[in-house]
């Protein structure tokens, strides 16, 4: 069965890891999703999310949520509730889910996905996400640090090892013209 429900699937996983992880502001978020939509690409060659990511000086940034979180469209401010929590000598946003978490427009190896990034980082700080995507060699370092593309789009194919992007892309591809099919 085909789920294609990007929208809806971002605003659950968004749910799900606020719910499943401690001290979950926007860095921690926007790398849980990181982490989310390019294992899964790894995977499937495809993300789960839609969301792209380009390589901030603190790690990849879904900038488009970014900007949203800014001033949160409808469909977020009927999700979640947004608050600052004073931190140190600072402040970080705080999501309040509204709404239950549902699971139905995820597949299995989604639901595996998210479950098992929530159990990894649970108790993870900000800081810790940061290093954990500056890893050398993953696709931030590969474009933020090798080829000094600051503030540039992380291409999804960076999760794919050379030797299985061929493979990887070709069954994405094959998928996408399946859906063409389909509408």
């Given at each position: ?103 139905s427009d ?54 794919v090892r ?22």
């Open positions: 069965m085909l789920i294609l429900h990007e929208r809806d699937k971002l605003i659950q996983a968004i749910n799900f890891f606020v719910r499943n992880t401690r001290k979950c502001g926007k860095v921690k978020l926007y790398k849980l999703l990181y982490f989310l939509d390019f294992e899964h690409f790894k995977q499937t060659g495809r993300s789960v999310t839609g969301l792209r990511y380009n390589a901030w000086p603190k790690g990849p940034v879904p900038v488009s949520l970014h900007n949203e979180l800014e001033r949160p469209t409808d469909d977020l401010q009927k999700a979640f509730d947004f608050g600052a929590l004073a931190v140190g000598d600072g402040w970080m946003l705080k999501i309040t889910p509204k709404l239950d978490f549902l699971d995820f597949t299995s190896r989604e639901i595996t996905l998210l479950k098992n990034l929530a159990a990894e980082y649970r108790d993870t700080d900000a800081e810790s996400m940061i290093e954990a995507t500056h890893l050398e060699n993953l696709p931030w370092d590969q474009i933020y640090v090798k080829q000094g593309k600051k503030q540039q789009e992380i291409p999804y194919e960076l999760a050379p030797d299985e992007a061929g493979a990887v892309l070709r069954v994405a591809r094959d998928r996408e013209e399946l859906l063409e099919k389909l509408r």
